[in-house]
């Protein structure tokens, strides 16, 4: 089936780094990307849809300079936490859905992201 | 808006017991209705789903029934094993959405 990996699978950084967050197809092309956000025992919550060599379209209330993407390839997206604080801490999951099958979503393994 | 919600966990049974997972959603419309399963340290894999009203949706012995009348896509299974020990989420993606909207998961633990 088709796979999505991330990496890393586990961060910690100093408060006011950067960090940033890869998800990628490995067996398939994604024509559209998925970031979601979970906190501990809270559902997924999409931050921002990414689609291949365009802007990426952020829900509201994701600030769009603070969550930086970048859909680059058909196989790549990433994303950047930029100036990270205490309150970034949380688990980033992304999710990839190839062309032309509607509604079929594979979804990576997650990153947690600690700050300290 | 559109919003999903699920039993809270965690679920704690034992093999070859009877499994429900209350799941009721609010949307407008016809929404499309999921299950997605996340096994530990793996990312979540889609269940089941089922996209109108009466149909049924079922795989690997789980079914859910897309109940209008209720607003309602309960997740069953008649024998339960260890394997089956995951975190389920109930989703919906609206008639006029892209993104998936989720519960907050229910953690079932199934001891042998």
């Known amino acids: 089936g088709a796979v999505v990996s991330q990496h890393p699978s586990w961060v910690i950084c100093k408060s006011g780094t950067s960090v940033k967050i890869e998800c990628r197809s490995l067996?398939?092309?994604?024509?559209?990307m998925f970031w979601y956000r979970q906190f501990p025992k809270q559902s997924l919550m999409l931050m921002a849809t990414s689609n291949e060599g365009s802007k990426a379209t952020y829900e509201q209330g994701v600030e769009k300079d603070k969550f930086l993407i970048n859909h680059a390839s058909l196989t790549l997206s990433t994303l950047t936490v930029t100036s990270a604080h205490p309150e970034d801490s949380s688990f980033y999951i992304c999710s990839a859905r190839p062309g032309g099958t509607g509604e079929t979503q594979y979804f990576g393994p997650g990153t947690r992201l600690l700050v300290l | 808006g559109d919003s999903v919600t699920q039993m809270e966990g965690p679920v704690t049974l034992s093999e070859e017991a009877f499994l429900t997972i209350n799941c009721t959603y609010t949307a407008t419309g016809y929404p499309s209705l999921f299950w997605y399963v996340q096994y530990p340290g793996e990312g979540l894999q889609l269940l089941l789903k089922?996209?109108?009203?009466?149909d049924k949706g079922s795989n690997k012995g789980f079914e859910a029934t897309y109940r209008k009348e209720t607003t309602s896509f309960h997740l069953e299974k008649g024998s339960v094993q260890v394997s089956d020990s995951a975190v389920y989420f109930c989703a919906l993606k609206g008639q006029a959405g892209t993104a998936l909207i989720f519960g907050k998961g229910t953690t079932l633990s199934v001891s042998s």
């Open positions: 089922a996209t109108k009203a009466d």
């Open positions: 067996d398939f092309q994604a024509t559209t």
